[in-house]
């Protein structure tokens, strides 16, 4: 399943921003416990900014997060429906 870049993510529309101080606020929000290593979360930003499910330059067009939130924690797994069988983000 691709997703066009003109199509809108769910819950978002192209008026929406989200600004790097946002995003930065809500990761120091995070326990470093819940947080993954930064090598891995390099790798899964850089997996990412490649897939074409990528609106905004901030937001996953298949589930609606912020990918830069849902990258860092441990529990967090690529919500792109092909990753179930080839997986996008790096074990």
Known sequence: MSVKATEA??????SVKVTEAQIERLLSKI?????IDDDRYKARLEACESCDGLAYGTTCMHCGCLVRLRAS???GR???PESQVNPKWPA
């Open 31 to 35: 326990k470093s416990g819940d947080r």
């Open 9 to 14: 993510c769910k819950g978002c529309t192209s």
């Open 73 to 75: 924690l441990k529990e």
């Open 78 to 80: 690529c919500p792109h």
